[in-house]
């Protein structure tokens, strides 16, 4: 009986949910159309789009302090490994070795220091900060929800008291209806109104904090860095006095433009040996060829642009020599390619095997062994492949390995897509789970590149 008059109870109340469902939808249908008035607080909606603000503010800050972690942490690998190849090299006869070593094991414990430091005191303080939103952003909603079984409660005591044949029982159970939907939004209205404009100033002391933090730590960083490397500087300056005689001369190498080594460069008029060119090592760039001395180069567009990280560049692979008038073609508006076909007995060149992908019409591939259904995600525009590995900085990100193919899809919302970035799903997870919710993510367009 017990169990009968449970089950009783959640059908109730599963039927009360559906009935305010369908009054909601019904009362906001109305007021869209104009046939019904709907409870408007200018101030509050004003609160709401601040509210917003912040959240996306907030959002993009967490997001960026956890890639400049990321690049702490990039920074330290390569500090590491660029001092364990000096320890290395430092033979044991030299004096200082001890000196390096010791400098090369507090330069590691530096970096790990200010990395923990910037997660307990800026990390962690951003996420604390934001944890309070998802609570604050569901109470808004459900107030929204409440309004309107106000104003539907409101707009139903209103009817029956207009009405030409009144019912009084019906009219003292809408009055009481109105009275407790008015008390419940009243409620929740009157607490958001004191959370929402305090949260809203709060911002500015945590984003002052939070970047004080971040400045005193670096600048810390900097200064006990600054005086490893003086250490350093000294104990090598050291090695250099007692080894002064043995000094290493550095040498111009020859350019790509030098002559072939069958034919010699003609011998200054006086025979003397041809000088040795000079070189400079103040890491400015020489100017090109016709340049004029002084000109400012042009800066590449990745040096001007913001936005996903930069891959990496592609392995070289040797190739045979191009004459000089062969790559000057190239840049010809009129230049044809020109394509031989030879026997593998007349090159040297491995084969190339030209890869064909299968044409998709109307979600059927054609093509290959036989056709079949391909199920695409909503949306679908393109196919990418990622061309080199990618770890993912955040929760949103796709984690892609080189050779996943991932469906690109639109975001939902156009304005929260950053230049450089696409949204899409791995086609083994789509193929796999069918769940868009869970496995679509963000990834850098550079990554990758697209694919029939």
């Known amino acids: 009986m017990a169990e009968m008059g449970s089950k009783g109870v959640t059908a109730g109340k599963i039927a009360s949910n ?39 503010e907030g959002t993009r800050l967490q997001k960026d302090l956890r890639t400049y972690l990321t690049s702490v942490k990039a920074m330290h690998e390569a500090s590491k490994k660029l001092n364990e190849c000096l320890q290395e090299v430092y033979e044991p006869d030299w004096p200082g070795r001890d000196e390096a070593n010791k400098i090369a094991e507090n330069n590691d414990l530096l970096w790990m220091d200010y990395h923990q430091k910037l997660v307990d005191q800026a990390l962690l303080t951003m996420d604390t900060y934001l944890g309070q939103f998802p609570d604050i952003k569901s109470r808004i909603a459900k107030r929204g929800r409440k309004l309107v079984d106000y104003d539907s409660a409101r707009h139903h005591y209103e009817s029956l008291q207009t009405a030409k044949k009144k019912d009084e029982a019906k009219i003292a159970k809408a009055e009481e209806e109105l009275i407790k939907a008015q008390k419940v939004f009243e409620e929740m209205n009157v607490d958001l109104q004191e ?24 600048e810390n960083f900097h200064k006990e860095m600054s005086k490893l490397n003086q250490n350093l500087n000294d104990v090598l300056v050291s090695l250099e006095k007692q080894h ?19 034919n010699k460069s003609p011998s200054p008029p006086d025979g003397s040996p041809a000088a040795t060119p000079e070189i400079r090592v ?22 001007l642009r913001k936005g996903p990280p930069v891959p990496p560049p592609p392995k070289h692979t040797p190739s045979k020599e191009v004459k000089q ?18 026997t593998p007995s007349q090159s040297s060149l491995p084969a190339v095997v030209v890869e064909t992908f299968p044409a998709t019409v109307n979600g059927t591939v054609e093509g290959g062994s036989g056709a079949g259904r391909l199920d695409l995600p909503p949306g679908f525009m393109f196919k990418v492949q990622a061309q080199h590995d990618y770890t993912a900085t955040d929760t949103d990100e796709l984690q892609l390995k080189a050779g996943d193919v991932v469906l690109v899809i639109p975001f939902q919302n156009p304005e929260e897509q950053d230049e450089g970035w696409l949204m899409g799903v791995k086609e083994s997870d789509w193929n796999q789970h069918k769940e868009l919710e869970k496995c679509r993510g963000v990834f850098p367009e550079n990554f990758t590149e697209r694919v029939p």
């Open 18 to 56: 559906v009935q305010k469902k369908l009054t909601r939808a019904q009362e906001k249908v109305l007021q869209k159309l104009g046939k019904a008035d709907e409870t408007k607080d200018e101030q509050f909606e004003q609160c709401v789009q601040n509210f917003n603000k912040q959240l996306t």
């Open 195 to 218: 959370e929402l404009p305090s949260l809203w100033n709060s911002r500015v002391g945590f984003y002052v904090n939070t970047f004080q933090s971040i400045a005193g730590l670096e």
């Open 244 to 262: 002064g005689s043995n000094t290493f001369t550095v040498k111009a190498q020859p350019s790509d433009n030098a002559p072939a080594k069958g």
């Open 282 to 303: 103040n890491h400015e760039p020489e100017p090109a060829g016709g340049a004029t001395p002084g000109a400012t180069l042009p800066k590449s567009p990745s040096q």
């Open 325 to 342: 008038e062969q790559i000057l073609s190239l840049f010809e508006d009129t230049f044809v390619p020109e394509i031989s076909v030879t």
